[in-house]
C-alpha cells in the first residue's frame, strides 16, 4: 500500500514539475507500479491476502463474544482464547 501512495505521490510531482521528480523519465516514475501489481499477485497466490482477512474476522469473532460475555457478568473464563 505504500508503494501505492509513493508511486500516486511521484505521478502527481512529475506532472506538477516539482523537485527533482521533474526530471526523472517516466519508467522511474511508473516503476511503483508493476512492483504494487506484482506484490498484490504474489501476496494472492499465497494466500497470504485470505490468510490475513481470516485472522482480522477471528480477532473480531473473539472480541464479540468477549464483549458478550462481560455484559453477562461473566468475568473469567477456561473456555475464552
Avoid: C
Amino acid at each position: 500500500m505504500y508503494l501505492l501512495v509513493l508511486g500516486i505521490v511521484l505521478v502527481a510531482l512529475k506532472l506538477v514539475g516539482i523537485g527533482p521528480v521533474a526530471d526523472w523519465p517516466w519508467w522511474g516514475v511508473m516503476l511503483p507500479f508493476p512492483i504494487v501489481s506484482l506484490w498484490w499477485a504474489v501476496s494472492d497466490l499465497t494466500g497470504l491476502t485470505k490468510r490475513r482477512a481470516a485472522q482480522r474476522e477471528e480477532a473480531r469473532r473473539i472480541a464479540k463474544l468477549r464483549k458478550q460475555l462481560e455484559r453477562n457478568g461473566v468475568r473469567h473464563s477456561s473456555y475464552m482464547p
